[in-house]
C-alpha cells in the first residue's frame, strides 16, 4: 500500500505526466544546484587562503559599484533561460493533462468541467467531519472508492463543512473539497490495487483520521461490482 | 535601589530607538523559546508513528501557534530588533522620525504576543486552525475554543505594531539620512528594510481586513465565512497578505547576509545596483503571485496558468541575487568569521528553498506538492534557514557594536556547523515525506513515513537544542567578553564609526555624507543634542496606550468564553486605554515631549517639501487604503459568489446612502479648508472650518446609523454574508471618522487655546488629508455595497 | 493666545498665501462638482439609465478618485506621493481583479 515517491507512473496517467515534470524539474534544479553549491563551497575555500587578495571595504567609505562587466548580463541572461525553459515546459504540461483525456479517450475538457462524460465514470465525492462518502452515476454510496482500471474518471468533490482536500496520492489525484462549490478533478487508474486516500488539508480534530481507500479493479471486476449495486468484495491487495 | 528604579523606569518609558531595539531582541528570543519548544513538543509526537503523547487537539494546537509566533513574533520582529538598533544609525540619525511611535509599535507587538499566549489558558484551550486559519475552520461553528478569540484579537494588535512600525520606517528612510547621503549608497541591510517595509504597508491591510471579518463573525455571529463558498474570500485576503509576508520574513535576513559577505569578504558586492533592482522586483512581484496557494481550489485555468507564470518569473531576481552574492567574493579576502559562516549557510539553504520554490509554481506538481512535507519543508528553509541563519550571524556580528564586548569565535563556530547540520537533518527529510499531509498528529504505521520522521525528529532537537550555545555564549560575553573597539570587523557603515555600545544620540556631531565618505563632523565643538539630555524623551503613553487595548481584548475574550472576572479587565483596559489617549494628548498640548525635529541638514529626497507628520499619514493611508478594498472586495465575493442575491439597491435607502456620502464629502471639503486656514495662519477659517466638519461628520454618523437601523429594522441580519460585509465596511468606516474626530476635537482646543504653536498646522494639513481620504471611501462604498 | 496667530501670519509668505488661497478654491470647486456627479449618477441608477455593472464601476472610480486626488492634496505634492498613489491604485486593483478572477469556471 506505501510507494514511495518517486516514480509513481504505472498507476495513472496523472501520476505519469506528474512523474515526467518531476523528473524534468529535478533534472534541471540538480544540474543548476550542482553548479551553484559548487561555487558557494570552492569560492570562500579558496579566497579565503588567497594571498594575493585585496581588501576593498575600508571603513566610513560606501563600497563602490562593480560589475559593469559583460558576464552580469550572461548571468542574467541564462537564469532568463532556464526560467523560460521550465516555463514553457510547465505550461505545455498543464495543456497536456487538460487535453490529455481528450485525446485518448474522447472526453473533451467541456465535458470535464461539466462533470458528465460518456465514456467516463463520474464519482460525486463529498467530504465531511471526518470521512469520505463516495457517490456512483447508479445511486451507490460507498466509504471505500472502487474504480476501473484503464477508464477516465471524474470526481466530483464538495464538502458538507469545513476545507478538506481529497487526494488519492499515489494516483496524483488532490481537489480541494470546499463547502457550497462542487471542484473537479479526474485521472486515469491503469495498475489495480490498493491505494491511500487521505486529506491534505487541516479540518479539525479527525484530520489525520481522515483515511480511506480507493480499490483500482479490473475493469470487469469493477463492472460485476457496479453492477451488483455495491455489494462486499474482497480483493486481494496488489500493486 | 534609586538606581534600579530609573533603569525599570527606563525600559518601560523608554522611546530611544536603540532601547526599542533591544526590547525587540529579547521579546523576539523569548518567543522563539516559546514556539521552539512547541516544536520540538510536537516534533516528539511525529517521531513514531500512532505515538500519542500529545492528542489531536493539543497536537493542532501546538502546531497553530507554533507557526503565529514564530512568523510573526520570532523572525520578523528578529529582524526588526536590528531593524530598530541600526537602521536610523546606519542612516546617519539621532533616532526614529517618531520615537514615541516606535516605542508604541513595540508595546503592541508584546501585548499582541501576550494576547496569544494566553488562550493556552483558556478553558477548551487556543487556536486550533493552522496558522493559515482556513475559514471556515476558523468560525465560531467549527473552532468553539475561546482561546481563537484572543488568537484573533493578537494578530489584530500585531497588526496595529506593523502599521505604527511601516510609517515610521518609510518616514526615516526617506528624511532622515544624514545630508549627502543617497538612496543607493545606503547599507543593503536598509535597503532589505526598507522593501520589507513597503510590502508590510500594502500586504497587512489585507489580513486585518481577513481578521476584521472574522471578528464580526466569531463575535456578532455573522455568516461570512460560514455561507457557502465563503471560505474563498479568506483564502484571497489572508494570501494576498500571506505571499508577501513570506518575503517580509526573508528580506531583512537575506539583505543582511549580503551586507556580511560583502564585509567578511572585504569586496563590494557585484552588481549592487542590480540586485537593489532584484529586491524592488521581488517585492513587487511578490503582490501577484498568490493563487499559487490556490491552485486546488478550483480557480479557472488561465487564472491558475498567470499565476503559474508569475510565480516562476519570481524566481528570476532570486537567482540573481544569490548569484552575484555568491561571485562577489571572488578575488576577496575572505575570512571565515561566525557572521560570515550564517550568511553563507542562510544562502546554502536558501538555494534549496528555492529550488523547491519553483517546483511548487506549476499546478501539476502541485498535485503531489500541496499540503505535503514538501511544502513544509520547503518554507522551513526559507523562512527558517535563509531567514534565522542570516538574522543569527547577524546577532553576532552586530553583538560587539551593542555590547562593547566580544563572544566567543570557538562556541559561535561550534553553534553554527550544529544548528546548521541539525537543520539539515531536521527538514531535507521531510522532501521525501512528498505524500503526507501537513499537521496530522499522527500516521499509521503502514505508510511507513516512521523512520523519516524519526530522524527529522532528532535533527529538531539536535537544531532546537544548538542555540543554547548561542544563549550561553551570549549571556557569558555580555559580562566577560573581551573588550572591543569601534569597529572589530573593519566594516564601512555608520554604526562602525561611533562607540560601542553607541551613545545615547549616536552621533557626536553632525553626520554627514560627501561623495562615498561618511564624516561625522563636529558644529564648532558643540554638541547639538545636548538640550534634549533633560529626560523628556521618555514617555509612559506607548506602554499604558498599548496595556488597556491589551486589558480590555483579554477581559472581552474571557467574556466570550464564559470565563470569571472578565469584566473588571474590560473595566480597567477601557480606562487605561482611555486615560492614556488623553495623556497623550496632554502631552502634545503642552509639547513635553520634545522629539527632534528632522533639522535642514538632512537629505529628505524625494519628499523635500513635505513634512514628516504628513508623509506618515500619506503613508497610513496608503496601505489603509488596502483594507477597505479588503472589506469592499468582501462583499463584491458574495454578491459575486456566496449566493448573496439581494442588491444594495433593494436593502439599502439610496437617498440615505446618497445624504451621507454628501456630508462626509463636504465634511472633508471643510476640514481641507480648515488646514488652509492653518497654514495661512487664520485662526478663525481654520476653526470655522474644524467645527462645520466636526459637525457635518458627526450628521454623516447620525444617517448612517439611521440607514442601517432602517435596513435591520426590515428583517435583514448579519447572517446574510452581503449584508454582514457592507455593515462591517461601514463600521471600519465610521470607527476610523471617530477616531479622526478625537484628533480634530484635540486640534480645535488647542488651536483655541494656544494658537498655532507647535505641530498644528502640519497636523491638521496631515487630518485634511485623513478627511479627504475618508470621504474618497465613502464615495467608493456608496458606489459599491448601496448600488452593485 | 494671539501671539502664535500673528508669528503665524508674518511667517507666510506671498507664494504660499496664493498656493493656499488656490488649493481652498479648488476644494470648494471640487466639493460641487462631487456633489453634481454623486446626485447625478444616484439619479442614474434611481432611473435605471445607469444599468450595466461596467458603467456603474467605472462612474464609482473617477469620483472616488477624483475625491482623494484633490482632496489628499496628491494633485498638490510632488512625483514622490503620486508615484506612491499610483503604485496604491495598482496593489488596490490587483486585489480586487484576484478577488473577481479568481473564481470558478467550472460549476
Not at chain 1, 211 to 224: G, H, M, N, T, W
Amino acid at each position: 500500500m506505501f510507494h514511495y515517491p518517486f516514480d509513481p507512473s504505472q498507476f495513472s496517467e496523472t501520476a505519469r505526466v506528474w512523474w515526467n515534470l518531476f523528473g524534468f524539474y529535478l533534472t534541471v534544479a540538480i544540474l543548476l544546484g550542482i553548479a551553484v553549491y559548487a561555487a558557494l563551497v570552492l569560492i570562500p575555500f579558496i579566497y579565503s587562503r588567497s594571498r594575493k587578495a585585496v581588501d576593498e571595504i575600508k571603513p566610513g567609505v560606501v563600497p563602490g559599484e562593480r560589475g559593469r562587466n559583460a558576464y552580469l548580463a550572461v548571468i542574467v541572461v541564462l537564469i532568463l533561460a532556464s526560467f523560460l525553459a521550465v516555463f514553457v515546459e510547465s505550461y505545455i504540461s498543464v495543456n497536456e493533462l487538460a487535453s490529455l483525456i481528450e485525446e485518448e479517450y474522447g472526453v473533451t475538457i467541456e465535458q470535464l468541467q461539466a462533470g458528465e462524460a460518456d465514456g467516463a465514470l463520474v464519482v460525486e465525492v463529498r467530504g465531511f467531519q471526518w470521512g469520505w462518502t463516495f457517490k456512483y452515476p447508479n445511486g451507490i454510496e460507498s466509504d471505500v472508492l472502487y474504480l476501473p482500471a484503464g477508464r477516465p474518471v471524474i470526481f466530483k468533490v464538495t464538502s458538507d463543512d469545513v476545507f478538506h482536500a481529497f487526494s488519492i496520492p499515489d494516483l496524483r489525484v488532490k481537489v480541494d473539497a470546499i463547502p457550497g462549490q462542487v471542484n473537479m478533478g479526474w485521472t486515469v487508474p491503469q495498475t489495480p490495487g490498493t491505494y491511500r486516500i487521505q486529506c491534505y488539508e487541516l479540518c479539525g480534530v479527525g484530520h489525520a483520521e481522515m483515511i480511506s481507500k480507493a480499490v483500482v479493479l479490473p475493469p470487469e471486476l469493477f463492472d460485476f461490482w457496479y453492477e451488483s449495486l455495491g455489494e462486499e468484495l474482497v480483493v486481494e491487495e496488489g500493486g | 535601589m534609586a538606581h534600579r528604579v530609573l533603569q525599570i523606569k527606563r525600559w518601560l518609558f523608554t522611546t530611544n530607538h536603540k532601547d526599542v531595539g533591544i526590547l525587540y531582541l529579547v521579546t523576539a528570543l523569548y518567543f522563539f523559546v516559546i514556539a521552539g519548544t512547541l516544536a520540538l513538543l510536537f516534533r516528539i509526537q511525529l517521531s513514531v508513528p500512532e505515538n500519542d503523547f500529545l492528542p489531536a487537539g493539543k497536537f493542532n494546537q501546538a502546531v497553530t501557534n507554533h507557526g503565529l509566533l514564530m512568523v510573526f513574533w520570532f523572525i520578523s520582529p528578529l529582524g526588526f530588533a536590528f531593524a530598530n538598533y541600526f537602521v536610523p544609525i546606519q542612516l546617519g540619525a539621532k533616532d526614529m522620525a517618531f520615537p514615541r511611535l516606535n516605542a508604541l509599535s513595540y508595546w503592541l507587538l508584546l501585548f499582541g504576543g501576550l494576547l496569544m499566549l494566553a488562550g493556552f489558558f483558556m478553558p477548551g484551550g487556543t487556536a486550533d486552525f493552522g496558522w493559515t486559519a482556513y475559514a471556515p475552520l476558523n468560525t465560531e461553528t467549527f473552532t468553539p475554543n475561546p482561546g481563537a478569540n484572543l488568537v484573533a484579537f493578537g494578530l489584530l494588535m500585531l497588526i496595529a505594531s506593523v502599521t505604527v512600525g511601516t510609517v515610521n520606517f518609510l518616514v526615516t528612510i526617506f528624511q532622515l539620512r544624514a545630508k549627502g547621503y543617497k538612496m543607493l549608497g545606503l547599507p543593503m541591510f536598509v535597503w532589505g528594510i526598507f522593501f520589507t517595509v513597503l510590502m508590510m504597508l500594502w500586504a497587512f491591510p489585507s489580513l486585518q481586513a481577513a481578521l476584521t471579518l472574522l471578528a464580526v463573525d466569531r463575535i456578532l455571529g455573522a455568516n461570512i465565512f460560514t455561507a457557502p463558498k465563503g471560505g474563498i474570500i479568506w483564502d484571497h485576503l489572508f494570501w494576498f497578505f500571506g505571499h508577501p509576508e513570506v518575503y517580509i520574513v526573508l528580506f531583512p535576513g537575506l539583505a543582511l547576509a549580503l551586507d556580511l559577505i560583502s564585509v567578511f569578504s572585504r569586496r563590494p558586492l557585484l552588481g549592487r545596483k542590480v540586485i537593489i533592482g532584484a529586491l524592488a522586483a521581488a517585492a513587487a512581484l511578490s503582490f501577484g503571485v498568490y493563487a499559487h496557494h490556490m491552485f486546488m481550489t478550483g480557480v479557472s485555468l488561465s487564472y491558475l496558468k498567470v499565476h503559474m507564470f508569475t510565480t516562476e518569473l519570481i524566481s528570476v531576481p532570486f537567482g540573481i541575487i544569490t548569484i552575484l552574492a555568491i561571485l562577489s567574493m571572488i578575488g576577496g579576502a575572505i575570512r571565515l568569521s561566525t557572521p560570515m559562516l550564517f550568511a553563507l549557510g542562510s544562502i546554502a539553504v536558501f538555494i534549496i528553498g528555492g529550488f523547491s520554490g519553483v517546483f511548487n509554481s506549476n499546478p501539476v506538481l502541485d498535485i503531489a506538492n500541496r499540503g505535503s512535507y514538501w511544502v513544509v519543508a520547503h518554507f522551513h528553509y526559507v523562512m527558517v534557514g535563509a531567514a534565522l541563519f542570516a538574522l543569527f550571524g547577524g546577532l553576532y556580528y552586530w553583538f560587539p557594536k551593542m555590547t562593547g564586548r566580544m563572544y566567543n569565535e570557538t562556541l559561535g563556530k561550534i553553534h553554527f556547523i550544529i544548528s546548521f547540520i541539525g537543520f539539515n537533518i531536521l527538514y531535507f527529510p521531510m522532501f521525501f515525506l512528498i505524500d503526507m499531509p501537513r499537521r496530522i498528529y499522527t500516521y499509521p504505521e503502514w505508510t511507513g513515513w516512521g523512520p523519516l520522521n524519526f530522524i527529522a525528529t532528532v535533527g529538531a532537537f539536535i537544531f532546537g537544542l544548538s542555540h543554547l550555545i548561542m544563549f550561553a555564549n551570549l549571556l557569558y560575553s555580555m559580562k566577560h567578553g573581551p573588550r572591543v573597539d569601534r569597529n572589530p570587523w573593519g566594516a564601512w557603515s555608520y554604526e562602525w564609526m561611533v562607540e560601542s555600545p553607541p551613545p545615547e544620540y549616536n552621533f557626536e556631531g553632525i553626520p554627514v555624507v560627501q561623495g562615498n565618505r561618511l564624516m561625522v563632523v563636529m558644529a564648532n565643538g558643540a554638541k547639538p543634542h545636548v538640550e534634549l539630555h533633560e529626560g523628556n524623551h521618555l514617555s509612559p503613553w506607548p506602554l499604558l496606550i498599548s496595556l488597556g487595548p491589551f486589558l480590555f481584548l483579554l477581559g472581552l475574550g474571557m467574556w466570550l468564553g464564559q470565563v470569571k472576572f472578565a469584566l473588571p479587565l474590560i473595566v480597567v483596559g477601557a480606562i487605561i486605554s482611555l486615560y492614556s489617549v488623553y495623556g497623550w494628548f496632554r502631552d502634545d498640548f503642552y509639547e513635553r515631549f520634545k522629539f527632534e525635529e528632522p533639522p535642514e541638514y538632512k537629505e529628505r529626497w524625494p519628499f523635500t517639501s513635505i513634512h514628516r507628520v504628513k508623509l506618515g499619514m500619506y503613508f497610513f493611508l496608503f496601505g489603509d487604503a488596502v483594507f477597505f478594498a479588503g472589506l469592499v472586495g468582501a462583499y463584491i465575493f458574495m454578491r459575486l459568489e456566496a449566493g448573496a442575491t439581494l442588491s444594495g439597491l433593494v436593502t439599502h435607502n439610496i437617498l440615505l446612502g446618497l445624504l451621507a456620502t454628501l456630508l462626509m464629502l463636504w465634511s472633508a471639503v471643510f476640514m481641507y479648508i480648515a488646514a488652509r486656514g492653518a497654514k495661512l495662519g487664520d485662526k478663525t477659517l481654520a476653526l470655522a472650518g474644524l467645527s462645520l466638519s466636526t459637525v457635518l461628520s458627526l450628521a454623516y454618523v447620525v444617517v448612517t446609523g439611521l440607514d442601517w437601523a432602517s435596513v435591520f429594522a426590515v428583517g435583514f441580519t448579519l447572517a446574510d454574508p452581503a449584508i454582514a460585509t457592507s455593515a462591517t465596511t461601514a463600521l471600519a468606516h465610521v470607527l476610523h471618522l471617530l477616531a479622526g474626530l478625537l484628533v480634530a476635537l484635540y486640534l480645535t482646543l488647542k488651536i483655541w487655546v494656544r494658537g498655532f504653536t507647535g505641530h498644528v498646522p502640519e497636523t491638521l494639513d496631515a487630518l485634511a488629508v485623513y478627511w479627504g481620504f475618508l470621504a474618497a471611501i465613502s464615495v467608493l462604498v456608496f458606489g459599491v455595497t448601496y448600488v452593485f | 493666545m494671539g501671539e502664535g496667530e500673528a508669528q503665524g501670519a508674518q511667517k507666510v509668505d506671498y507664494a504660499v498665501r496664493l498656493r493656499e488661497r488656490r488649493k481652498l478654491a479648488w476644494a470648494v470647486a471640487v466639493g460641487f462638482m462631487s456633489s453634481a456627479l454623486l446626485m447625478v449618477f444616484t439619479l442614474g441608477v434611481v432611473t435605471g439609465a445607469l444599468t450595466t455593472g461596467a458603467a456603474l464601476a467605472v462612474a464609482v472610480a473617477v469620483i472616488t478618485l477624483f475625491v482623494a486626488f484633490m482632496l489628499m492634496d496628491i494633485v498638490w505634492e510632488g512625483w514622490g506621493i503620486q508615484l506612491f498613489s499610483v503604485i496604491t491604485v495598482i496593489i488596490v486593483m490587483l486585489l480586487m481583479l484576484n478577488i473577481i478572477f479568481g473564481r470558478q469556471v467550472m460549476p
